[in-house]
Nanobody
Framework: QLQLVESGGGLVQPGGSLRLSCVAS????????IGWFRQAPGKEREGVSC????????ASADSVKGRFTISRDNVKNTVYLQMNSLKPEDTAVYYC??????????????????????WGQGTQVTVSS
């Protein structure tokens, strides 16, 4: 059974950092592009970052460029989201998602929710003083 499990969320002060992890089980991530998404209360789910199958290419939303870094370790079947300089507006439930990809390029529509087939349950990130 394909499963994605996120971890690493929590409460952090503005300006702080967190690293989220997304571990896959039941399948290998080698042929999947992975995206991180977030959903704040009362808002639609939005794309944050995407990484290609081998990690050679990434894409990020303008709101997180320069602050968030996506990376992956296919040996560990894990994708990470390093979040620095966190702001209160980054507060949301963060989800990772997977979609099949046969090249190490960022796929078309990398930050669109409907483009992804498999989703984790999410981890809460709260940025507050």
């Amino acid at each position: 059974q394909l499963q994605l499990v996120e971890s690493g969320g929590g409460l952090v002060q503005p300006g702080g950092s967190l690293r989220l992890s997304c571990v896959a089980s039941g399948f290998t991530l080698d042929y999947y592009a992975i995206g991180w998404f977030r959903q704040a209360p009362g808002k639609e789910r939005e794309g944050v970052s995407c990484i290609s199958t081998s990690g050679g290419n990434t894409a990020s939303a303008d709101s997180v460029k320069g602050r968030f870094t996506i990376s992956r370790d296919n040996v560990k079947n894990t994708v990470y989201l390093q979040m620095n300089s966190l702001k209160p507006e980054d507060t949301a439930v963060y989800y990772c998602a997977a979609r099949l990809s046969y090249s190490d390029y960022v796929p078309e529509n990398p930050l669109r929710v409907p483009a992804y087939n498999y989703w984790g349950q999410g981890t809460q990130v709260t940025v507050s003083s």
